[in-house]
């Protein structure tokens, strides 16, 4: 009885790890100000600023959704659909470029304090995320 318990909880603890290795840490997120790039001026468009909880929940669950590569790095041809400033509760910043239709049926971002790349695929989740910024 004693093996059966310790196999138990062998196996919880493993996949918690399991689940803390494979999701982002995209939480505590106070603020949210971005701006959308203007391919024909060449320029980014006005700050707007997101104070409203429901959509920086919306915006956090989209961002911890997306597939990080860690080892893969792009060259880009053109600029960033939108930039991001995410404004954490504990006074920190970060910046977050994402790129609408990076990729057929993908859109991907990239953190200017994490390494590599995320790539949204869910649908829904591109739509809400174009939605919510436009």
Do not use: C
Not at 36 to 58: A, L, M, P
Not at 91 to 98: H, K, L
Request: proline share 1%; no cysteine.
């Amino acid at each position: 009885m004693k093996k059966v318990i310790g196999v138990a909880i062998l196996v919880i603890i493993i996949f918690i790890v399991i689940i803390f290795m494979f999701t982002n840490d995209f939480s505590n997120i106070a603020k949210i100000e971005y701006q959308k790039y203007n391919y024909t001026n060449g320029s980014f468009g006005e700050v707007i600023i997101i104070n409203d909880k429901d959509r920086i929940k919306q915006i956090t669950k989209i961002l911890n959704k997306g597939k990080h590569y860690k080892k893969i790095v792009y060259k880009k041809a053109y600029r960033e659909t939108y930039k991001l400033i995410l404004m954490y509760e504990d006074g920190t910043t970060e910046v977050i470029r994402i790129w609408n239709g990076f990729g057929p049926d993908v859109d991907m971002f990239e953190s200017d304090t994490r390494y590599g790349v995320y790539k949204i695929k869910n649908k829904k989740s591109r739509e809400k995320l174009s939605e919510i910024l436009n």
